[in-house]
């Protein structure tokens, strides 16, 4: 797989149906081409257990714009490549709440998960993305 969108994004609370922060690297013929990073106004409360695991804080987005002003921006990004993240079918669900909930259309993706392939194909005590990438020698 030479071409894809590695996806990310962070959510302000426990109800995983809003975003405070989405990152994308676009990936051409094994490059990094595109690089974005967006904070994002969820519109939502923030608990003190996302606060602590992201650093993201209320504070943060008041000037970000609301996903549905951002969605544009970054829509063709994620229909039109596969995309590839760690744990990917929480984004994308997570995602896909957020797109319902601005009344937009929720498309198809196509995806590759990296949590499920490492799964799958090594045997780790742990499955979080350090380890993954440190049991590959990827810094």
């Known amino acids: 797989m030479k071409d894809y969108v590695v996806f ?6 426990k109800d995983n149906n809003t975003i405070s922060s989405i990152a ?8 990094i081409v595109k690089s974005i990073s967006q904070l994002i106004n969820p519109e939502s409360r923030f608990d003190r257990f996302n606060i602590n695991l992201t650093g993201i804080t209320p504070e943060d987005v008041l000037d970000s714009p609301t996903f549905d002003e951002y ?3 970054i829509s063709d990004y ?5 995309v590839v993240g760690h744990n990917v079918t929480f984004d994308l669900k997570v995602l896909s709440k957020v797109l319902d909930s601005y009344d937009l259309e929720v ?9 499920r392939l490492s799964r799958k194909h090594f ?3 742990s499955y979080r993305l350090s ?4 049991h590959i020698n990827y810094e």
């Open 8 to 13: 990310d994004l962070e959510t302000p609370n």
């Open 24 to 31: 994308l690297l676009v990936v051409r013929d094994n490059e």
């Open 71 to 73: 969605w544009p921006q």
């Open 78 to 82: 994620l229909t039109s490549n596969i």
């Open 107 to 115: 498309p198809e993706f196509d995806y590759c998960c990296t949590l």
């Open 123 to 125: 045997d780790l005590r």
């Open 131 to 134: 380890s993954v990438a440190n």
